[in-house]
Structure formats: structure tokens, C-alpha cells
């Protein structure tokens, strides 16, 4: 079993409408939880991060972590063709080891 | 804030020869670096931690001796492929942390480096 585990997709949304990307990890003693945006040939940039359970939002973008089921997810509203990449989500697992764990990435496609 | 600068973006060297990658931290002090490779259509794959001032800790598989670390300063670290072949080409991407990681400040990636070596 993978420690951090994403539907590779592709996930196709049109304009307009909320994509959900979802997350799952095994390791319970996560602590901390990442969504990066990775466009094709670029470095990931960092969308949102959450420690604590519920929701977080940031302008368009919300995430959602529920440590008890052990997923983290995020929604994107209004979604807008520039939101096409890939995004990853990451764990940071334990307090003082302090890597990053990604999940192999969901690819979204957002049609105008 | 929080800007990591990475060079070069791309290099093409002849097998056999070494390229040194940089990575600095420009607005804070990384206390640590970790240097990922990323094949085309797949995840990050962590290579290495380093911690400034001492031994990169390289993940399971990374031959340390043909990726060499050096994390001398807390706003730069390096990474040099020796004796690159062209099952080295790849994307190299560094991230570098603070310790204020509950702020999300950490974790920030550089640009990435396109090696290809011929």
C-alpha cells in the first residue's frame, strides 16, 4: 500500500463547475498536509497546506481534512481552464522527520 | 517571501562529465534542502535531506557517492551529478524548509533544472 495515494486521472471538468480532488494516507500519525500545482515542465507551487481537521479555504481553492478517515481533499470552485495541471498532494508524517511524502498526482483537465 | 532560486534551468553535458545544480534561498534561511528527481509523467521522488552544516541523508536507492550534496550555508545548497550518463536525465527540483514549517512558508520548490545528458 502506498503512503499517500491519489487517482492519477485524468479528471475532467468543465468551466465553471467545482473539481474535487481527493487523498488518502496510511500513515495516522500525519501531522501536516499539502496541495501543490504542478503545470507540465514546471516545479510544483504550493496551493494550500492543513493541520487541522475541517475545512480551509483560499479564495476558489478549500481543503478538507478528516484525520479520523485519514483523507485530505481539495475543491476548486468556479474552475477555470488555467487551473489544468496536476496537483499533488503531500503528508509530512512524523515531528521530526520533516520530508514530504507526495502522492503520484491527479491530473485535471478544466473545458471551456 | 519565501522565494527559492534555482540554476540552471537546463544544461546538456556529455556523458561521463559532472554538473553542479544550485539552490538558494532568498528571503529565508533554510535550515533544510531536499533535492527531488522527477521522470516525465511521474511524482516527486525524493533523493535526498540535507540539513545545513551537516551529512545529506539520502533515500533508499540514491548512490550518494554519484550525488553529491553540500549544504555549507543556510541560503545555499548544491547538488552535483558526477559522472552523469543519460539515465541520469531528468528534472531536478529542490525544496527548502525553515523552521517555521506550520506556516506552509517551508516547502517552497526552485524552478527546476532540465538535465540531459547525450
Known amino acids: 500500500q502506498k503512503e499517500v495515494e491519489q487517482n492519477s486521472g485524468p479528471l475532467s471538468v468543465p468551466e465553471g463547475a467545482i473539481a474535487s480532488l481527493n487523498c488518502t494516507y496510511s500513515d495516522r500519525g500525519s501531522q501536516s498536509f499539502f496541495w501543490y500545482r504542478q503545470y507540465s515542465g514546471k516545479s510544483p507551487e504550493l496551493i494550500m497546506f492543513i493541520y487541522s481537521n475541517g475545512d480551509k479555504e483560499d479564495g476558489r481553492f478549500t481543503a478538507q481534512l478528516n484525520k479520523a478517515s485519514q483523507y485530505v481533499s481539495l475543491l476548486i470552485r468556479d474552475s477555470q481552464p488555467s487551473d489544468s495541471a496536476t496537483y499533488l498532494c503531500a503528508v509530512k508524517n512524523l515531528e521530526g522527520a520533516q520530508k514530504l511524502v507526495f502522492g503520484q498526482g491527479t491530473r485535471l483537465t478544466i473545458n471551456p | 517571501g519565501a522565494v527559492v532560486s534555482q540554476h540552471p534551468s537546463w544544461v546538456i553535458c556529455k556523458s561521463g562529465t559532472s554538473v553542479k545544480i544550485e539552490c538558494r534561498s532568498l528571503d529565508f534561511q533554510a535550515t533544510t534542502m531536499f533535492w527531488y528527481r522527477q521522470f516525465p509523467k511521474q511524482s516527486l521522488m525524493l533523493m535526498a535531506t540535507s540539513n545545513e552544516g551537516s551529512k545529506a541523508t539520502y533515500e533508499q536507492g540514491v548512490e550518494k557517492d554519484k550525488f553529491l550534496i553540500n549544504h555549507a550555508s543556510l541560503t545555499l545548497s548544491t547538488l552535483t551529478v558526477t559522472s552523469a550518463h543519460p539515465e541520469d536525465s531528468s528534472f531536478y527540483i529542490c525544496?527548502?524548509?525553515?523552521?517555521?514549517?506550520?506556516?506552509?512558508?517551508?516547502?517552497?520548490f526552485g524552478s527546476g533544472t532540465r538535465l540531459t545528458v547525450v
Open positions: 525544496s527548502a524548509s525553515d523552521t517555521a514549517w506550520r506556516t506552509g512558508r517551508g516547502y517552497t
